[in-house]
C-alpha cells in the first residue's frame, strides 16, 4: 500500500489558478504511475490527468486537456497539478491516485482536497 497525501486546495475564482500537490509515502518502490481524479458533487468521480514514472508519460481527461499539467518527482515520491483558466464546473473534491506494477488500475487513493471555482 502506498499513502497520499494532498493539498494546495481552495477557493478561486474563474479564470484563476490553484496547484494541487500529492505526497506519497510507504510502497512507492513498486509505483507505476501517480495521478489526479476528481469528484464534483453529486456525481461519480473521473480522471484528470496521469504520469508514469519510467517514461514520464502523461494522459489528461479531455475536459481538462490545455488547462491543467500533471507533473512528478520519483525520487521524492511527489506528483503535482497546475491548474490554470478554472471553470465553475472544475470545482470538486480532487484525489490523488497510485498505481503499482502488479495493479491493473489505481489503487491507493489520498483522502482529497476541496477545489471550489466561483462564478
Known amino acids: 500500500q502506498v499513502q497520499l497525501v494532498e493539498s494546495g486546495g481552495g477557493l478561486v475564482q474563474a479564470g484563476g489558478s490553484l496547484r494541487l500537490s500529492c505526497a506519497a509515502s510507504g510502497r512507492t518502490f513498486s509505483t507505476y504511475s501517480m495521478g489526479w481524479f476528481r469528484q464534483p458533487p453529486g456525481k461519480e468521480r473521473e480522471f484528470v490527468a496521469s504520469?508514469?514514472?519510467?517514461?514520464?508519460?502523461?494522459s489528461y481527461g479531455n475536459s481538462v486537456k490545455g488547462r491543467f499539467t500533471i507533473s512528478g518527482d520519483s525520487v521524492k515520491n511527489t506528483v503535482n497539478l497546475q491548474m490554470n483558466s478554472l471553470k465553475p464546473e472544475d470545482t470538486a473534491v480532487y484525489y490523488c491516485?497510485?498505481?503499482?506494477?502488479?495493479?491493473?488500475?489505481?489503487?491507493?487513493w489520498g483522502q482529497g482536497t476541496q477545489v471550489t471555482v466561483s462564478s
Open positions: 491516485a497510485a498505481r503499482s506494477w502488479t495493479d491493473s488500475s489505481f489503487g491507493s
Open positions: 504520469i508514469t514514472w519510467s517514461g514520464a508519460v502523461t
